[in-house]
């Protein structure tokens, strides 16, 4: 059964480093901060934009406790579980619980291939493991294995703690996942560009890496689109959209959007290997943006 607790805008948070790599806690917990105060519903930990996967055990776990602190108890704080493999799933799947993770965003196994009957079992064997919700992560475009309806729908059926899906993949998928799961599970939107009309067509809120940037003006677009108000919904991603495009500039994740929020004025700390500063038009293009919308600082 869906648990409305993590509907909403869900930011997925960027993660800062201190030069020697550790994690710059301080500035995690202002980021988090300057998320919460812009009206964002949950916080999401060490994920795709906090760079799960070039992060040790440890970076994860000083990254979501740092979150949790910052958050303080006014959102729910998820916590991201990125591996290819179950063993090292289980384990940081663990960590991320013991460190006061409130649920999980997890991948599908990738790089061997896997049948959708291997994927119930995967996430099955998580579910038995910790005893907080997991939120599935279908992105096939990126990891190349794909999650179809029908096993989400089932999933969320027959596992109490399998209780939604960040559905990354095409339109045609997503809408027959909210069809398929109703109100068994919540599906949320995984596009920042397309968050409104995903939940104007049934996605419970998204997971939105350009909230780290733009918090108040995604948890308006929510609201709105919520309310059915499709025109003003439109509006407002239309205003913003050249901004929310640079911020994934050249395929590039997640230096533009780091870029843009040192632009801003929060602090990023540095840039660790193998994430650079973006490309000089990709900096162009957000300098331009910020300025056009009043928001460098």
Not at 22 to 33: E, I, L, P, Q
Not at 242 to 269: R, T
């Amino acid at each position: 059964m869906r648990n409305p607790k993590f509907d909403g805008v869900m930011t997925a948070l960027c993660t800062m480093y201190n030069k020697d790599g550790s994690v710059n806690s301080g500035m995690v917990k202002a980021h988090t901060n300057f998320c919460i105060e812009g009206g964002v519903n949950t916080v999401l930990a060490s994920a795709g934009s906090g760079q799960y996967v070039n992060m040790t055990a440890r970076q994860r776990e000083d990254t979501i406790k740092a979150v949790v602190e910052g958050a303080a108890g006014r959102v729910p704080v998820l916590a991201g579980v990125l591996d290819a493999g179950l063993g090292q799933a289980l384990e940081n799947a663990k960590r991320a619980e013991g460190a006061g993770a409130e649920a999980l965003v997890v991948l599908p196994p990738y790089y061997v291939t896997v049948t959708q009957e291997g994927i119930y079992d995967y996430y099955a064997a998580l579910a038995q493991a910790v005893g907080i919700p997991i939120i599935v992560y279908n992105y096939p475009g990126r990891v190349l294995t794909n999650i179809l309806p029908e096993t989400l729908a089932k999933m969320m059926r027959e596992i109490p703690s399998v209780i939604g899906v960040k559905e990354c993949s095409d339109y045609a998928q997503f809408l027959n996942a909210v069809r398929l799961i109703g109100d068994d599970g919540a599906v949320f939107s995984g596009s920042d560009l397309a968050f409104a009309d995903q939940v104007l067509a049934g996605a419970k809120g998204g997971v939105i890496a350009a909230s780290c940037v733009l918090p108040r003006e995604y948890a308006e677009i929510y609201q709105l689109a919520k309310a059915g108000d499709t025109q003003r919904a439109h509006a407002l991603i239309f205003q913003y959209y050249a901004l929310v495009k640079g911020l994934f500039g050249n395929g590039m994740h997640p230096s533009p959007l780091k870029y843009a929020m040192q632009l801003m004025g929060q602090e990023i700390g540095e840039w660790i290997t193998p994430v650079r500063e973006p490309d000089s038009a990709t900096k162009e293009l957000l300098r331009g943006e910020l300025e056009k919308h009043g928001m460098l600082k």
